[in-house]
């Protein structure tokens, strides 16, 4: 199979977001023709048809959008990088690239990231919100230098450190009857509308296997900030780890203590393969203090069991 180029790969993108020669001619500014020789040469080389044409229309194949997804991920990769440029045109301090879940982001990053420079020095830090099995994927594939997660093991070629080990606490609407009790159980959530997480964390996951009766998702949402939102606004209840409701200051959620024991691991995981140009350690250990110190909050508004 002979490779296309970036052009080629312009006159598709055009193409599908124009929907048609025309649109694409004009996006592009050259000719239809020029279009068209574009897209004829892509599917020779490429061996594969880009575009269904029935009725002199076009739409786009399955492989042509998928090629479109992976040319729009490598355009992102080049904003990026251009803001990088930007950014050495000020200022020569090492990048630090962390892919974080937002609720890590929101509660410890900050205060790791303005201690590390007040104590160890000026580096740059980008930061990006994944899921921690994207952000595992980012770290192995060098495109991340951290990523901070929560309950995933590491794939070959990253390394992994615990942050912190807690277990989950029941979070209830405001003014809910089970507010009055100070443990919460399966048997009391049976059958009550629930906010879970997405299960690419593997939490939901966790949630089922040790109470399958757990009450009736209503809403499924990946980040764990607006969970509590949800559970605020009087959606229905969740179980989440404490550090995430350091964050989230509004006394109008009930926090109690559940019974069962799920576990939330949040680790910080690096490659193997790519040699750190900033202290490691020193993150590793920052994240640990503020992480304890943002759970001991959120204990200290939890009820002792009666």
């Known amino acids: 199979m002979a490779a296309i180029n970036f052009r080629h790969l312009e006159a598709i993108r055009a193409l ?22 574009l897209i004829r040469d892509a599917e020779e080389r490429l061996g594969f048809a880009l575009f269904n044409r029935e009725l002199g229309r076009l739409s786009p194949t399955r492989k042509a959008e998928l090629i479109l997804e992976m040319f729009e991920r490598s355009l992102s990769g ?19 690239v962390i892919s974080t879940i937002p609720s890590f982001a929101a509660a410890v990053l900050p205060q790791i990231i303005r201690t590390y420079r007040d104590e160890i020095g000026p580096d740059f830090f980008l930061i990006k919100s994944a899921n921690t099995e994207m952000g595992i994927a980012s770290v192995r594939y060098n495109s991340s230098d951290l990523a901070f997660g929560v309950n995933l093991d590491p794939v070959p070629g990253v390394e992994c450190a615990t942050v912190h080990n807690s277990r989950a606490l029941c979070y209830l609407p405001p003014g809910h009857p089970l507010g009055e009790k100070t443990v919460i159980t399966p048997q ?39 969970v509590l939102a ?21 006394d109008r959620v009930v926090l ?51």
């Open 78 to 96: 080049l904003e990026a990088l251009n803001d990088y440029c930007a950014q050495l045109k000020q200022s020569e301090h090492r990048q630090v």
């Open 256 to 306: 109690r203590q559940f019974s069962e024991n799920i576990p939330f691991d949040h680790r910080i995981y690096w490659s193997t393969s790519k040699p750190m140009s900033f202290d490691l350690d020193k993150v590793i250990a920052l994240a640990r203090d503020f992480t304890a110190d943002a759970v001991g909050r959120t204990l200290a508004r939890v009820p002792a069991a009666g």
């Open 230 to 250: 949800l559970v605020e606004a009087g959606i229905g209840y969740t179980l989440l780890d404490p550090m995430t409701a350091s964050v989230f200051r509004s």
């Open 188 to 226: 009391d959530l049976a059958g009550l509308p629930m906010i879970t997480l997405s299960r690419m964390e593997g939490i939901a996951q966790s949630i089922a296997s040790r109470i399958p009766d757990h009450g009736e998702a209503v809403v499924e949402c990946p980040a764990a900030i607006t």
């Open 16 to 37: 599908i977001l124009s929907g048609s020669v025309t649109g694409a001619a004009t996006r592009l500014n050259v000719t239809q023709p020029a279009v068209s020789h």
